[in-house]
Nanobody, 123 residues
């Protein structure tokens, strides 16, 4: 499956932004989807993951209550809605997909990756 992330941009602290992940090539609903991010000088970290059906989600503690992951399998698209953004949320955001059913937080558990979209939060 090929993944294309989009929707990043510049937003002020406290603002909101939604990034999207368009999937192609294979049946999107056959994959668990995840979002990761990488800030300058830091390792890539887990943000959120969602089950194949969209019924179950998991979040990193740093974004819990502020970010919402979702998916529309009919549109082959996943989303990450980000609210109450903070400067420390500034990073390149990547979507990823994995075969299987478990919502994993480890990036090495994901088989397919999009190219990333930059999110910058100004203070």
């Amino acid at each position: 499956v090929q993944l294309q992330a989009s929707g990043g941009g510049l937003v002020q602290a406290g603002g909101s932004l939604r990034v999207s992940c368009a999937a192609s090539g294979r049946t999107f609903s056959n994959y668990v989807m995840g979002w990761f991010r990488q800030a300058p000088g830091k390792e890539r970290e887990f943000v959120a993951s969602i089950s194949r059906s969209g019924g179950t989600a998991s979040y990193a503690d740093s974004v819990k209550g502020r970010f919402t992951i979702s998916r529309d399998n009919a549109k082959n698209t996943g989303y990450l809605q980000m609210t109450s953004l903070k400067p420390e949320d500034t990073a390149v955001y990547y979507c990823a997909a994995r075969e299987g059913y478990i919502l994993e937080a480890g990036e090495y558990k994901y088989d397919y990756w999009g190219q990333g979209t930059q999110v910058t939060v100004s203070s």
